[in-house]
Structure formats: C-alpha cells, structure tokens
C-alpha cells in the first residue's frame, strides 16, 4: 500500500503542477491580448499583426513555400 500512497503524492504533485502551468499560461494570454489592444487603439491592424507573428514563427524554407503556393493560387484566380 506504501506504493499506492507514493503514487497518489506523486500524481495530485503533478496534478497541481499542471494547474499553476495552466494559470500562467491564461496570465500570459491575456497579456498578449491587452498588447494586441494597445495596438488596436494606435492605429495598428492586428489581424496583419497576427499574420506577421504566425509568419515569424514560420522557417524561412516553410514560409517561402507557402508564398510560393500562394501566389500560383492567385494567379490562377486572378486576384493579381
């Protein structure tokens, strides 16, 4: 049973781990939001910013096939 009492400290210790982890995670959100809002009332568009950072996180090889695709697809669409 001492095993069973080992396990059930251990996972409520990893339980409560997770938890903080998740409050931080939301703490951090909501900062990245209230910057995104900052933004927002200076005139900035987030949803370009948005699309900047999502293309920031991107390897250049990654990101240059996806503007490559992209540009085939509006030209076969006719959006240039």
Do not use: C, F, P, S
């Amino acid at each position: 049973m001492a095993e069973g009492n080992v396990a059930a400290d251990e996972l409520r210790l990893l339980i409560e781990r997770i938890e903080r982890l998740e409050e931080e995670k939301k703490a951090i959100a909501d900062d990245v939001k209230d910057v995104y809002l900052e933004a927002k009332a200076r005139g900035y568009d987030t949803k370009t910013m948005r699309a900047i950072v999502r293309l920031r996180k991107m390897e250049n090889h990654v990101r240059q096939e996806a503007d490559a695709l992209l540009e085939t697809y509006r030209q076969a669409l006719g959006l240039d």
